[in-house]
């Protein structure tokens, strides 16, 4: 049988080259000014214009947006919310090259801008200086940028003592300006505090404190009164109040330079640097007289010393607070709740035991014992008559707890 002759089919494989696009560099830039003095204001503005100007004409470029501080020390990242979202945003891919007009707008501080160069360069992120005419991936530019950056810092300390200088000779003739940070209660006029329509708050707040209430009770009253802030945007805090008790402006005093100069970098006190106060005795007019002032101030004083002591007084304290001592180590005994085990009920029943105690035997702490509370109510019946009556407790000076008795001293 014959087979019809079968037909070959050659494939023919054609080679395509594949055009791959070329990516686009995605660029921002990064603007900060330290003031917002109204001649940096213009160079702030100029700056953002120029770089966006500038990256949209690239056309290699796509433009990644301008980030830009204002009014912004460079000394630290942390006050800096633009440069912190910038950099987020090259970790994250977004941002291939930053262009930043010199090191010192980058950064004042040479160990945080070595290593966010370096974090970036991880990431494959340019950095360009347009003063300093370098990149982040010149072969020499770690040793460059550690060094600029040391000048950089070196400069802003500079300014940073300078500005100290200054304020410590103000201080020193007794002058000084409020500026943004106003006081409740006062206006500056002219360079001079004068009472405004709200000392009488001011007056209120010492009155409530020396009738015996409390920071969360004076708080209370006021928000409950519809009494706002400084600011007028919330109400007023316990702890504005405390800083109210103790602000010795209310009395007509002033006291300049009350802590140590803040640290450049640090942007906190430095209690390494030496420093003087001065105080002004009636610099201006009283909004609390000095008699009252006194005794908050002794208040204040004395409920300090009670807090050293462990003795701390919320709202309804117990009666014995305060008065209730270890009669080995003498620190203050506090009331607990324990859990009695099973043979005893098994329920709960409060006691006292010595503050020093709890720091265990390896702290060296006390070794007195832990007292119930009926056992002390008893002792307490011995020297009175009774004390159902709540009042009857305050009669009772002072306790004190010994490993095997406990003794009661009367007012």
């Known amino acids: 049988m014959k087979y019809p002759e079968r037909e070959e089919f050659i494939m023919k494989v054609h080679e395509m080259k594949r055009q791959s696009a070329k990516r686009r ?6 603007c900060r000014v330290s003031t917002e003095l109204s001649e940096q204001e213009e160079s702030y503005e100029r700056q953002i214009s120029y770089y966006e100007v500038l990256i949209k004409s690239n ?23 633009a440069f912190r979202q910038m950099v987020q945003g090259a970790m994250s891919g977004r941002i291939d090259l930053i262009l930043v007009k010199s090191i010192s707008r980058f950064s004042r501080n040479a160990a945080e801008c070595e290593q966010t160069i370096k974090n970036l360069a991880a990431a494959n992120v340019e950095v360009r200086f347009e003063k300093e005419g370098i990149s982040s991936f010149e072969p020499s530019a770690g040793f460059v ?55 009488w708050v001011v007056k209120r707040i010492f009155a409530l404190y020396l009738q015996g209430k409390s920071l969360a009770d004076i708080e209370k009253t006021l928000t409950s009164d519809g009494i706002l802030g400084l600011h007028a945007h919330s109400p007023i805090k316990r702890s504005a109040i405390l800083s109210m008790l103790r602000n010795e402006t209310y009395v007509g005093d002033k006291r300049l330079q009350k802590k140590p100069p803040t640290d450049f970098l640090t942007k906190r006190p430095n209690p390494h640097v030496q420093h003087i106060s001065y105080d002004l005795t009636d610099d201006h007019e009283a909004i609390i007289d000095r008699a009252t002032w006194e005794q908050v ?29 270890c009669g080995l180590c003498g620190a203050p005994y506090t009331r607990r709740t324990f859990q009695a085990c099973q043979a005893q009920g098994g329920g709960l029943y409060k006691a006292w035991n010595c503050r020093e105690r ?10 007195n014992r832990i007292v119930k509370e009926d056992i002390i109510m ?34």
């Open 297 to 325: 101030q002794m208040l204040l004083h004395h409920k300090q010393e009670e807090v050293k002591q462990g003795i701390c007084r919320h709202g309804q304290h117990h009666p014995l607070y305060g008065k209730l001592f």
């Open 378 to 411: 008893e002792e307490i019946e011995k020297a009175i008559d009774t004390v159902e009556d709540r009042e009857m407790l305050e009669k009772v000076q002072k306790v004190l707890v010994y490993e095997d008795h406990v003794d009661v001293v009367m007012t």
């Open 59 to 81: 056309p290699g470029w796509d433009f990644a947006g301008v980030y830009a501080d204002r009014g912004r020390s460079g000394t630290s990242t942390k006050a800096r919310p």
């Open 358 to 367: 709890q720091k265990g035997a390896k702290g060296n702490g006390c070794r």
């Open 145 to 199: 940028f550690s060094l600029l950056a040391a000048v950089a810092q070196d400069e802003s300390q500079s300014i940073s003592e300078n500005v100290r200088w200054r304020y410590a000779n103000r201080f020193a003739k007794g002058d000084y300006n409020i500026g943004s940070n106003r006081i409740f209660g006062y206006d500056s006029v002219n360079g001079k505090l004068i009472p405004n329509a709200k000392a």
């Open 25 to 30: 560099r995605q660029v921002a830039a990064y």
